[in-house]
């Protein structure tokens, strides 16, 4: 097994006969927002996949300008190496907290968080209910992959029962942990909810309608009707002790089980009517 | 993922891709040889600098669906097509039979 | 603006933040302060600001870090438990070099204690109550008026040092009505851009707030450009006040409501021959050691009055190092010593330490 010095891409492609002769147009590259440095992110994991749809939607929208987000503690505390955008890094589970702060000085700007299950439904569920239970006029990217990943693979309010962490080695056992708990089911009702969805991005159709959602709830800041919660079944190959493919499946066949994918609140459609104008 | 022979799959395609990955970033997570169904992505038998096995495209089979591009988490693909207009279709490979 | 109002301590400093400029206020009731979260629910949303009740303290010194490292003027304030509470973030806000003002009006402790006054987070406050090495300016307002002064001195501390700064008042001074008047007052111009996220112009790379330096080298280094800024703070930022220290052989050292007590307890030494002076921090970081180690000479004596089981009193044996004896007086629990009590204990020391 050699070691491929060379990173110039076109040595590398074995073969392309362009039979037809035609110039090739590009029709995907890697967002300019992204910032071009190598993600610290385990291979396969589904953090840098977020990051690129964000980066995507922000070019994409050219909100550059506009946008400020916060990552607080967890492995996605880096974000503001990878994020070519305004960013602030928060306290363990208080990003819903600093993104108030930073919103209601900044009203007419894009602010999202992103935080993981440890970080928003452990201890910071109180900043996370009580931010949309204000209706702040965010976006919470929820990333669940049932672990805390950073801290290397301890139990998680999102654990799925009977599933094995450093810190529930017997398997979560709901008489002593209790449940996973719904994030996005949880928080649906409070009134200040306008649009909260659970995607995954564990294969190609599930990152475009996971895309769509994240560009959904952009453009739903701008009417200022309340806070979007765009939960997302992630993964972790290191701590799951899988790898990247067998993740898709452990997503497909057990979290998704507990975690079912879908619209869970949908604005009202007279909401969306001056969507354009805003 | 056999080889599939270039006759066989190029012949009913109206468009051809080509993809390019930057190898020294890609990490060997092998999440797009998953999400291609043309058989084009594989992992290479060489390693990076990082000490990843890169994948590696046979552009040939490629019809430019973005697909790999998309479940790529660190962004690490370029997808480009050749836009098959009216006039060149005649001259496209389906009539070449 | 130099009419003389009759106010509440907590009140006053609510009404200095606005004229102050306080662009955000996020609090959380609880006694013996919720009238400046109250003050300030009436008013800012008349006279501009953000304000907000936050569902805890923790919730709301992050706001405060959120609005700060937007560039934004950001206040919050609370008593003992609530502050307790926040000191995680107001570490991660020094780490971070966010300006901001924070209000302690202290109550007597610990755990739940009362909401009576008390001083018994003089070391919380001023030896750091969150993690790592980092420091806040701390103002002891002991009236009114300086509740009031305080703010805008707070506000322009902090932004000159990009740093958080806490005022540390008492539920006495937080509730008593006294004469106030507020100065005329132009925030300094602080030009923030190169750090504040407000979202990043083509013009300029991305700024980010953040306290994590993962590299033990850029750590070191960033604790190093911190503790540059914390020995300016000491040499340039020290606040006093002196009375009848010129011919003193005895000292009170007080803050506070302490120090406004010792005033009556020194009436009462003097008229006994006792020739007793009063010392008064008005900043307790950076401490006022050096005037203490100046006055040490002619001193027989130091006492230091405090409302706790004797904390400042530390600070002050470490400023004459060993040159004076330093005693301490002080009550607990929300009890006030009287000025008798205090001139009284001062002479029973000063026979002590004569006999021996």
């Known amino acids: ?278 | 993922m056999e080889q599939q022979t270039i006759a066989a799959s190029v012949k009913e395609r109206k468009v051809k891709g080509k993809v390019e990955i930057n190898i020294q970033k890609c990490k060997g997570c092998e999440l797009c040889t998953l999400a291609c169904k043309e058989g084009v992505l594989s992992v290479s038998n060489h390693i990076n600098l990082k000490g990843y096995r890169y994948i590696v495209a046979n552009n040939d089979l490629c019809t430019g669906c973005v697909n790999c591009a998309l479940v790529c988490p660190d962004a690490v693909i370029s997808v480009y097509r050749t836009p098959l207009k009216k006039k060149s279709a005649d001259k496209s490979i389906g009539k070449e039979e | 603006m130099t009419e003389t109002k009759l106010m509440k301590g907590n009140e006053a400093l609510a009404e200095a933040a606005i004229l102050a400029g306080c662009d955000a206020y996020f609090g959380y009731p609880i006694t013996p302060q919720s009238e400046v979260l109250e003050y300030l629910a009436r008013e800012m949303p008349v006279r501009g600001g953000v304000v907000l009740q936050a569902e805890s303290e923790v919730a709301s010194i992050n706001m405060v870090y959120g609005a700060a490292g937007a560039g934004f003027r950001a206040m919050t304030s609370s008593s003992s438990p609530g502050i307790s509470l926040m000191q995680e973030c107001i570490s991660y806000m020094a780490g971070a070099e966010l300006p901001c003002l924070v209000v302690n009006v202290n109550r007597a402790g610990p755990g739940l204690g009362t909401i009576q006054p008390g001083q018994g987070d003089y070391f919380q406050s001023v030896k750091g109550g969150g993690h790592g090495d980092y420091k806040l300016i701390v103002l002891a307002p002991s009236s009114v008026q300086e509740m009031a002064d305080h703010v805008f001195l707070g506000f322009d501390l902090a932004d000159k040092y990009r740093n958080p700064v806490l005022l540390l008042s008492d539920g006495a001074i937080g509730q008593m009505m006294e004469k106030v008047q507020f100065h005329a007052y132009q925030p300094p111009r602080v030009d923030k851009s190169s750090w504040a996220t407000i979202g990043k112009p083509k013009t300029r790379s991305r700024n980010y707030i953040t306290s994590l330096f993962i590299q033990p080298e850029q750590m070191e280094q960033h604790n190093q450009k911190l503790e540059a800024k914390f020995r300016l703070m000491r040499e340039n930022e020290v606040r006093f006040e002196e009375m009848n220290t010129t011919d003193a052989e005895y000292l009170f050292v007080a803050y506070g409501l302490s120090a406004r007590i010792c005033q009556k307890a020194m009436d009462i030494s003097r008229a006994k021959g006792i020739k007793v002076g009063l010392l008064r921090p008005i900043t307790l970081f950076p401490y006022p050691s050096k005037r203490l180690a100046e006055l040490a000479p002619q001193l027989k004596l130091v006492l230091s009055v405090e409302l706790n089981s004797g904390q400042m009193v530390e600070d002050v044996r470490l400023a004459v190092n060993g040159k004076v004896p330093v005693e301490f007086y002080g009550r607990m629990g929300g009890m006030m010593p009287t000025p008798e009590s205090i001139a009284e204990h001062l002479e029973t020391l000063i026979k002590y330490h004569h006999d021996n």
């Open chain 1, 1 to 278: 097994m050699t070691i491929e010095e060379r990173s110039n891409i076109d040595i590398i492609q074995e073969k392309d006969n362009n039979i037809i002769g035609e110039p090739y147009e590009t029709v995907y590259q890697k967002p300019g927002t992204l910032i071009d440095v190598d993600m610290h992110y385990c291979p396969g994991c589904y953090h840098s996949l977020v990051h690129k749809l964000l980066m995507e939607i922000i070019e994409e929208m050219d909100i550059q300008e506009q946008t400020i987000g916060v990552a607080p503690v967890g492995c996605s505390v880096f974000a503001y190496d990878y994020m070519d955008i305004d960013m602030q890094q928060a306290a363990h589970g208080r990003a819903a907290a600093v993104a108030t702060g930073i919103k209601r000085l900044l009203p007419d700007k894009y602010v999202f968080t992103y935080q993981g299950d440890g970080d928003l439904a452990a201890i910071g569920i109180a900043e996370t209910i009580h931010a949309i239970n204000r209706g702040e006029n965010i976006l919470i990217v929820f990333i669940n992959n049932a672990v805390y990943g950073m801290t290397s693979g301890q139990m998680a309010p999102t654990t799925l029962t009977g599933m094995q962490t450093t810190t529930s080695p017997a398997g979560r056992d709901t008489n002593i942990h209790g449940h996973p708990i719904k994030i996005s089911e949880l928080v649906a009702p409070l009134p200040g909810a306008f649009y909260v969805t659970r995607q995954a991005v564990n294969n190609a159709n599930g990152v475009r309608r996971t895309k769509k959602a994240l560009q959904n709830a952009f453009n739903y800041q701008r009417l200022k009707k309340g806070t979007c919660l765009v939960e997302i079944v992630g993964n972790c190959p290191s701590n799951w002790k899988m790898t990247p493919i067998e993740c898709t499946g452990f997503v497909e066949e057990q979290m998704m089980k507990t975690f079912p994918v879908g619209d869970i609140k949908l604005p009202k459609a007279e909401d969306l009517k001056n969507l354009k104008e805003a």
